[in-house]
């Protein structure tokens, strides 16, 4: 059945049909405006857009897939900032001729990735659209009880640690646009499909993490980006160890494969939405134990310097940092 055959309400009927039931106190979809009770921490709210053939290809994902990274995606910024997801809102435009399974199997994605961080869906907005499908996600939530860790704040001396791998999410990007598709018969080209496809927000380390940075993001547009970011007020930098970056072997596989280096992947490539912190140094052995205990590897790559600029060291010798290079979100249009 398409779109345009059931309309709008009968549309809105079955996304709210296949969402969780919204929390005491909350009020959701159904009503001109959804309600979240008064928080005296305040609230974090982030919001983000995907649009079809610039941020997802649905020869590349299912639905159901597209449905979970959308949260997932949004949510990591609330891990970013060491808080607690909530609530999410969802707005999307349409095709008339889509089916209307695709929206439903989008939309139990959305759920399942929901009920994984603890939060729910409690309203949106649906319209048509002329051509392309687009996903806008808000999600609002909750500071940690030491209030929102902010991406500024860094200071010289303190130590940079990742969570998780890195170069993971490039390396199945590559893939997908070489025809490797999901789930392959490789385990190691599964395992970096996976990376881009269906993406972790670490909610839980970003709340142990949140209670120790002095700064803190997650790293969706690449390593040197983000440390980019984390350096530009204050008058500091970063000097980076590229044999700390944790790359995992399936990624150096599928970098061989085309030639290129993998701590490339990792340095630029982004969409890893792991998170990346400025620790004080007493505080980095208990920002490792914390991790640990969660269940997320967590590694300590460099120092925050006070000097300008991203310095990437290897073998004793340092990088040439390319201004140029950088994926975001992954666009088609770029190299």
């Not at 061989?256 to 490339?264: I, M, R, S, V």
Request: contains cysteine; aromatic residues 6%; hydrophobic residues 45%.
């Amino acid at each position: 059945m398409k779109v345009k055959d059931v309309g709008e309400r009968a549309l809105i009927s079955t996304i709210h049909r296949l969402q969780a039931i919204v929390p005491m106190g909350y009020l959701g979809i159904g009503d001109d405006a959804a309600y979240l009770p008064p928080s005296p921490a305040g609230w974090l709210i982030s919001q983000d857009m995907l649009v079809e053939g610039v941020h997802f290809r649905f020869d590349w994902m299912t639905p159901e897939q597209l449905g979970e990274k959308a949260v997932a995606v949004n949510i990591s910024d609330i891990a970013a900032m060491g808080g607690i997801p909530k609530a999410i809102l969802t707005s999307i435009a349409v095709p008339g001729d889509f089916d209307v399974e695709v929206i439903e199997a989008l939309y139990r994605g959305m759920a399942k990735a929901l009920d994984r961080y603890g939060a729910v869906l409690v309203g949106g907005d649906t319209v048509s659209s002329p051509d392309k499908f687009t996903l806008d996600v808000s999600v609002v939530g909750h500071p940690g009880a030491k209030g929102p860790v902010l991406l500024s704040g860094a200071k010289p001396g303190d130590r940079l640690f990742v969570t998780g791998r890195l170069g993971a999410s490039y390396a199945g990007y590559m893939l997908l646009c070489h025809n490797v598709s999901w789930p392959s018969t490789s385990i190691q080209h599964r395992s970096v499909l996976q990376a881009h496809l269906a993406p972790v927000a670490r909610v839980e380390a970003g709340q142990q993490l949140g209670a120790l940075a002095h700064a803190m993001t997650d790293i969706s547009d690449g390593l040197v980006n983000e440390l980019k970011a984390m350096t530009r007020f204050g008058g500091i930098g970063a000097r980076i160890e590229a044999e700390r970056v944790p790359i995992d072997q399936a990624t150096k596989m599928v970098a061989k494969e085309y030639g290129q280096d993998a701590l490339d992947f990792a340095l630029y490539g982004g969409e890893d939405y792991e998170l990346l912190a400025a620790v004080p140094p007493s505080r980095a052995r208990e920002a490792e134990l914390l991790c640990l205990r969660c269940g997320v590897p967590i590694t300590e790559i460099g120092v925050v310097t006070d000097t300008l600029g991203i310095h990437v060291m290897r073998d004793g010798e340092e990088l040439a940092v390319d201004e140029r290079k950088g994926f975001h979100h992954f666009a088609l249009d770029q190299d």
